[in-house]
């Protein structure tokens, strides 16, 4: 079977699941760690950004940079 790659974009929204990018420093610090995005997406000095809570409620960063999460459950 041929392999195929590329990537999905989307539209970002609270209650999703996603983990830092493990080629991070961050993502290697948390490994394996999953978070629920807990904001809605927002412009912060020409970051985007979201809120990171972890799986148990309790807040991990009120304010994480988009560009370094990788979303592994899009159902909300």
């Known amino acids: ?15 999703m699941k ?10 290697k610090k948390n490994k394996g760690k999953e978070f629920v995005i807990a904001s ?3 412009n912060l000095c020409g970051t ?12 991990f960063s009120p304010a994480y940079d988009l560009s370094m999460l990788e979303i592994t459950d899009a159902s909300v």
């Open 48 to 59: 985007i950004i979201v809120a990171l809570d972890n799986l148990d409620g309790s807040r």
């Open 18 to 27: 996603a983990r830092i990018n493990p080629e991070e420093i961050e993502g």
């Open 1 to 15: 079977m041929e392999r195929i790659e590329g990537s999905v974009q989307v539209k970002v929204m609270p209650g």
């Open 40 to 42: 809605e997406p927002r």
